[in-house]
């Protein structure tokens, strides 16, 4: 019998993962990670966060792909 585990990785676990390819991270500290981040899915054209609104989140984007943007004066979308 073979487990994988990847595919029993929460999402948290697999944020923990990736922050540890690039900066050690004691056990209090992914414990803290762990707890505090939770999964949300978001479908196509969601809106993150408007303009003139404070982010008071971090985002990990565990699948698929994101695109920051704002308007310019004419209005067109504009990629950051």
Do not use: W
């Amino acid at each position: 019998m073979t487990i994988n585990l990847l595919a029993t990785e929460t999402p948290q676990d697999r944020l923990i993962r990736f922050i540890r390819q690039f900066v050690p991270l004691d056990q209090d500290s992914a414990d803290y990670i762990g707890k505090t981040f939770m999964e949300r899915p978001v479908r196509a054209n969601d809106v993150l966060l408007k303009t003139g609104r404070v982010c008071n989140e971090f985002l990990f984007v565990a699948t698929g792909t994101y695109r920051a943007f704002t308007h310019d004066l004419e209005g067109n979308d504009v990629t950051t």
